[in-house]
Nanobody
Framework: QVQLVESGGGLVQAGGSLRLSCAASGRTFTIYRMRWFRQAPGKDREFVAGINWSGGSPDYADSVKGRFTISKDNAKSTVYLQMTSLRPEDTAIYSC?????????WGQGTQVTVSS
């Protein structure tokens, strides 16, 4: 089993920044990739960014390219999402995810609210 715990959400004004963290624990050697998703009220969950533990280029949703940066600290088994130039439409619950076989591990989510 793998446990994922997010932190760093909060309330920020438009144009501001936040950094989210996702700490993985347990059998972390079984997972190869970490992703951030978000879900706004009344909307479907959407992919935000992803990164492989082994390296390589991260990938991003078009809506956050140039504003959000995903990074990792392998020693801490932690993935980060640096969010800049935040917009009200970025308001959502942000969750980290680790695909595993045909299934997924999910964190509990952290609320990000961007005021206009």
């Amino acid at each position: 089993q793998v446990q994922l715990v997010e932190s760093g959400g909060g309330l920020v004004q438009a144009g501001g920044s936040l950094r989210l963290s996702c700490a993985a624990s347990g059998r972390t050697f079984t997972i190869y990739r970490m992703r951030w998703f978000r879900q706004a009220p009344g909307k479907d969950r959407e992919f935000v960014a992803g990164i492989n533990w082994s390296g390589g280029s991260p990938d991003y949703a078009d809506s956050v390219k140039g504003r959000f940066t995903i990074s990792k600290d392998n020693a801490k088994s932690t993935v980060y999402l640096q969010m800049t130039s935040l917009r009200p439409e970025d308001t959502a619950i942000y969750s980290c995810n680790a695909p595993w076989g045909s299934s997924n591990y999910w964190g509990q989510g952290t609320q990000v609210t961007v005021s206009s």
